[in-house]
């Protein structure tokens, strides 16, 4: 089967500029998360989607991070405007069962903010 | 929440066994374990439900000790592809569906 798709696969933006990444997860899989990970850390939870509705976004700077999941396939994440302390690698990933089962993950965005 | 594994950072050569423990304060209902190669994604190893089962395939098999809210990894015969970061995630019985990573170690398989 297809795996988790992202892109970009890099961005460099500068401080107080926007910039969208993309995910479309494996097909079937209705839970979708969103994770940041920066250098050197383990992945943190920024949202989680179960199909086109948010289950837990207590963790996304809302001032500056925004998400949406539209017909609970693709979907986006927006950082408006970015700071430099935002650099770190975005990882989509998906299940196909919350809580029983393995989560598969995209190769990421790395984002490096100037 | 964070979960917290040792060691940090382990070096072996290649044959030799290594453990890796993953310590929560919260009450589990599951354990996953992930392996990340440098500037990849992290890959599914296993998921250990609450029951204190143990797991494995090939030479990689790990425990969930429910009672100490605790998980080890057990990488034995180690090989050269085993190198890469190991990430515990850990989801809690309180019903929120987040699975928190630990701090990762750093397994490195020499020659």
């Known amino acids: 089967e297809a795996g988790v798709a992202q892109s970009p696969r890099y961005k460099i933006i500068e401080k107080r500029q926007s910039v969208a990444f993309w995910c479309n997860p494996i097909?079937?899989?209705?839970?979708l998360y969103w994770y940041q990970q920066i250098l050197g850390q383990g992945p943190k939870l920024l949202i989680q989607?179960?199909?086109?509705?948010?289950?837990?976004d207590s963790q996304l700077p809302k001032d500056r991070f925004s998400a949406e999941r539209l017909k609970g396939v693709d979907s986006t994440l927006k950082i408006q405007p970015a700071k430099l302390e935002d650099s770190a690698v975005y990882l989509c990933?998906?299940?196909?069962?919350?809580?029983?089962?393995?989560?598969?993950f995209g190769s990421g965005t790395r984002l490096t903010v100037v | 929440q964070q979960p917290v594994q040792s060691p940090q950072a382990v070096i072996l050569r290649e044959g030799e066994d290594a453990v890796i423990n993953c310590s929560s304060s919260k009450a589990l209902y599951s354990v996953h374990w992930y392996r990340q190669k440098h500037g990849e994604a992290p890959i599914f190893l296993m998921i250990l439900l609450k029951g204190g089962e143990q797991k494995g395939h090939d030479k990689i098999s790990a425990s969930f000790n429910e009672k100490k809210q605790q998980s080890s990894l057990y990488l034995t015969a180690s090989q050269l592809s085993y190198s890469g970061t190991y990430f515990c995630g850990t989801l809690d019985q309180t019903g929120a569906n987040n699975l928190f990573f630990g701090t990762g170690t750093r397994l490195t398989v020499i020659p």
């Open positions: 989607f179960q199909n086109n509705g948010v289950v837990d």
């Open positions: 097909s079937g899989h209705a839970t």
């Open positions: 990933a998906s299940t196909e069962n919350r809580g029983a089962a393995g989560y598969t």
